[in-house]
């Protein structure tokens, strides 16, 4: 382990950014287990590496006592004194006690050990690019599909999308370019898991987001999104400035904008509303596509009595309920949907 070695570990520095003191340590912790796997256990050994030369030394730790007991783990005043003066009993004294043919051992016990480390390290830098990406979009490649779980390869790791986070329907190939979001990035014995989705309802604020630069530049904000994945979502906008239209802005120059978004999301629904901080005026727009007469809350329950034309009811329910659902989720109200004549009636 001389200058080439040194060198080696630069190029690895340099080549997969990982710091030559993390592979000197685990280096050193390697080469005292090799030392004592060959050498005998019982001595406290430190191991030293010159980190220009690449030269090794080993150092038996001894406890200075008057009476030597354990040769290993001890030495006598009168032997410590021979080697500096100023000890005295309690030091502790460095002995060096490597090996003629320490150097082969080391090398075949150190190889394996600093590859494993240099995986772990790897594993780490990966770990903290991705932890620092942790609800953002990414652009992957489907690289395999195994029991309904999809590994989609990030570049420099791969990610998984679990049945719970793919979309109901959507179809998914090996080779296939995929647009996901990250849920969540753990660290695991084997490595960084990335939890990857396609039906969150941040990858439909991430999409608005990269098409629409009023929201990128802060003029437009989302409010809240309310999502079923592969159906519909309904999100909830307004705008700082008076003169910039925030639906206008989201659905784009004849619907560009949000059409490339339900292009992404294999035309999926999008119904984009306007936030108001007037409850009924939010509960009225939420409902949207359909026309409302009336809103009557009730703060304390926070829960809202909409009235609608008769003839727009079932499209204010919506298919199985959804429109209805989906608007108490984005005002975080419970809504009851009557039309005028269930309401007439009702009085």
């Known amino acids: 382990m001389k200058a080439e070695f040194i060198e080696a570990l630069e190029e690895i520095e340099k080549d997969k950014g990982i710091s030559k003191d993390i592979i000197f340590e685990a280096l050193e912790a390697a080469l005292i287990s090799g030392y004592k796997k060959n050498f005998g256990s019982s001595q406290n050994v430190e191991v030293e590496i010159h980190k220009i030369t690449g030269d090794v030394k080993v150092y038996a730790a001894k406890n200075v006592v008057e009476q030597v007991e354990d040769e290993l783990l001890e030495?006598?005043?009168?032997?410590?004194?021979?080697?500096?003066?100023?000890?005295?009993?309690?030091?502790?004294?460095?002995?060096?006690?490597?090996?003629?043919?320490?150097?082969?051992?080391?090398?075949?016990?150190?190889?394996?050990?600093?590859?494993?480390?240099?995986?772990?390290?790897?594993?780490?830098?990966?770990?903290?690019?991705?932890?620092?990406?942790?609800?953002?979009?990414?652009?992957?490649?489907?690289?395999?599909?195994?029991?309904?779980?999809?590994?989609?390869?990030?570049?420099?790791?791969?990610?998984?999308?679990?049945?719970?986070?793919?979309?109901?329907?959507?179809?998914?190939?090996?080779?296939?370019?995929?647009?996901?979001?990250?849920?969540?990035?753990?660290?695991?014995?084997?490595?960084?898991?990335?939890?990857?989705?396609?039906s969150h309802p941040g990858l439909v604020r991430r999409l608005f987001e990269l098409e629409v630069p009023e929201i990128q530049e802060g003029i437009v904000d989302i409010y809240a999104i309310s999502r079923e994945a592969g159906s519909r979502t309904k999100i909830a906008v307004y705008s700082k400035d008076k003169n910039v239209d925030p639906v206008g802005a989201c659905v784009g120059f004849k619907g560009s904008r949000v059409k490339a978004i339900v292009d992404e999301l294999n035309g999926e629904k999008i119904d984009i509303v306007i936030w108001s901080k007037n409850i009924e005026e939010f509960i009225a727009n939420s409902l949207s596509p359909s026309k409302v007469v009336k809103v009557e809350v009730n703060e304390k329950e926070k829960s809202a009595l909409v009235v609608v034309p008769d003839y727009q009811l079932s499209l204010a329910i919506g298919k199985e309920g959804q429109n209805a659902r989906l608007s108490a989720k984005l005002t975080n109200w419970k809504i009851d949907i009557k039309s005028e004549s269930q309401y007439g009636e009702g009085k």
């Open 75 to 198: 030495i006598s005043l009168e032997e410590a004194k021979k080697i500096d003066t100023k000890y005295e009993i309690d030091d502790i004294v460095k002995v060096e006690v490597t090996p003629k043919d320490f150097g082969r051992i080391a090398a075949q016990t150190a190889k394996q050990v600093v590859m494993q480390k240099i995986k772990e390290a790897e594993r780490e830098v990966i770990f903290e690019e991705f932890v620092d990406r942790e609800n953002e979009i990414v652009t992957g490649q489907i690289q395999r599909i195994s029991k309904d779980i999809i590994y989609v390869d990030l570049g420099k790791t791969e990610g998984v999308l679990p049945p719970s986070e793919q979309i109901e329907g959507e179809k998914y190939q090996q080779g296939d370019r995929i647009k996901v979001y990250i849920v969540e990035v753990k660290k695991t014995t084997k490595g960084p898991q990335i939890i990857l989705s396609r």
